[in-house]
Each structure stands twice: as C-alpha cells, then as structure tokens.
C-alpha cells in the first residue's frame, strides 16, 4: 500500500500517514484497491450523489437527502461511510437499497463515469475553509492520538500543511475550483447544486426546500420543517450514537456544526497568511466573496 508520511516543518520527527493513489491523498486506512476502482462503480437512475470536502457537513446533509428521498423525517439506520464510494467495494454498493445517497471527497473527474454518463443530481456542500480546518484539526487531535500514538503539532504548524495541501485531497481551494470548472460546463451545471453549510444553519428551512426542489421530491412545507427538527445536532447525535464513528466515546462526524468557531483559533498572523493564500487560489472564482473577510 502507498503510505506516505506528513511532516510539520519545525517537527520532522512527527510523522501523519496518508495513503496516496495517482497522485492523490487519501486517509491511510482506506483501501487501495477501492479508490482505484470507484470510477467504475454502477450507478442506478435513482442515485444521488453528495460531494463536499472533508469537514463541511456532509454528514449531516446526508440524513436531510435521505430524509427528502424517503419522505421519512427519521434519520437511517446506517452510516453515511457505507455508501462512500472512495471507501466502499463496488460490490457492498451494489447491494444496498435504494434510493442511494452516494458521496465523497474527490474531484469531479474522479466522480463513478456513469455518474457523468448520466448526469446524476450532485448536491455540493461548500464550508468556511477556516472552519473547514478548525474541525479537522480537532479530529485529527483525537484520532492520532487514539490510534497511532501521536501527538499533534501546533495549530499554526498543521495550517502550513493544510494550505499547502500536504492532507487528503489536496487544498479546499483547488477542490472548489475544480468543481467550479464543472458547475459552468453547460453540460453538468444543471446538475450540481450548491449548498452553503452556513446557510444551513441559518436558514434550514429555506435551504432544504431548495434541495427537495432540485431532487424533485415535493415534500410539504409541515414536512420539511420536520427534518429541520430531526437533523437538530442534538437529536443526531442521540439517534446515530450506535452506529456512528466514535474517539473517545464521542461522535467523530456530530460535533458541534458551529459557524466561525476558526475566529477562536486563528491569531492575526494565520489569518493575514490565510488571506494571502485565499486571494491568490480564489481572486477569479465567483465564490471568492463568500469566504473572504479582513
């Protein structure tokens, strides 16, 4: 297996594994064989796909797809992990029932080929890349820690690695451009719908009823404020307990779905490098207003 080893700078000893196929970075402990063969994962008619990258809420999202696709205001008794596609055989895909909410981390380009074939309904979750790497920070904290030992470095230090993209799938800012690039192709942009996790937040209602209006679901108003009730963090955490991801006793994916909990983190001088890069990878993307404060 292609394990490769992540250094900070001011600490070379302490090495972060990561798993990385065709020039591409992967958590170490997914499988190789599995990525190389997601391209040819077989898609159904009535499949959709999530994509976000890491830490952006899709877990959470994945409960309101479903929920929108089963009209059932319960969250489903399985793991959004089982239908990732950069992390499941093709086979145990094959053997789910439908609908399907399928999803991942990667590029457009590394979507299944049947899923462009088909032109099938991509939701794209867009997150603070701020709070992006705040979370993922915190993760990985634990994670280390529990599994391999290791203690992290300093924030500021794991930031250089972040901007940098020395983790899984590369930087947040070239993963929003690559998939801008596909959002203004004439032949998949009436496919892909963004949805902003902060506007999640703030306004759940709103946003979920721009969902099932994409998806064609037609639920009711009544019904969509019942998922704005059932995906409350609280009420996923509690019902997920037993089938989701834990460190420590604790959700690895329900945490606390905070907006600008980075402003907490961040000095003045990560945030003045932040902006430099952010303007330098964003400056002609349409996005570049929605993340970009002094």
């Known amino acids: 297996m292609p394990v490769t080893y992540v250094s900070p700078e001011n600490d070379p000893e302490t090495k972060y594994p990561i798993l990385e196929v065709n020039g591409v970075r992967y958590p170490y402990v997914f499988d190789e064989e599995i990525i190389r063969n997601m391209m ?9 796909m999530l994509c976000g990258y890491m830490r952006s809420g899709t877990h959470w999202c994945f409960e309101v797809i479903n929920m929108l696709l089963r009209k059932c205001a319960d969250t489903v008794p399985y793991r959004k ?3 990732h596609i950069e992390q499941t055989s093709n ?5 789910l029932s439908t609908p399907r909410v399928l999803n991942g981390h990667m590029h457009f380009e590394l979507l299944p080929k049947a899923a462009m074939e088909k032109k099938l309904k991509i939701v794209y979750l867009l997150r603070d890349p701020r709070d992006v790497s705040c979370s993922w920070y915190q993760l990985m904290k634990t994670s280390l820690r529990c599994r391999e030992k290791v203690e992290i470095c300093p924030f500021a230090d794991w930031m250089k690695l972040f901007l940098n ?4 799938w590369g930087t947040w800012f070239d993963h929003v451009t690559n998939w801008e690039k596909a959002m203004a192709n004439a032949e998949y942009s009436s496919s892909i719908l963004v949805v902003r996790f902060e506007d999640l937040v703030t306004q759940p209602v ?8 994409f998806l064609n679901t037609k639920t009711d108003d009544k019904f969509r404020r019942r998922v704005v009730e059932k995906c409350n963090l609280d ?3 509690r019902d997920k307990h037993s089938i989701t991801d834990k460190l420590e006793g604790k959700s690895v994916h329900f945490v606390q779905g905070k907006i600008g909990s ?5 000095s003045a001088e ?10 330098e990878k964003m400056k002609d993307s349409k996005f570049y207003n929605m993340y970009r404060q002094p």
């Open 40 to 48: 040819d994962v077989d898609i159904k008619d009535d499949d959709v």
């Open 235 to 237: 009420n996923i955490k």
């Open 91 to 95: 086979e145990k895909l094959a053997s």
């Open 262 to 266: 980075w402003k907490d983190n961040f």
């Open 81 to 83: 992990e089982d239908f």
């Open 270 to 279: 990560l945030s003045e490098n932040f902006n430099r890069v952010y303007d």
């Open 206 to 213: 709103r946003e979920i009823e721009r969902i099932d209006e």
């Open 165 to 168: 993209g020395e983790f899984e």
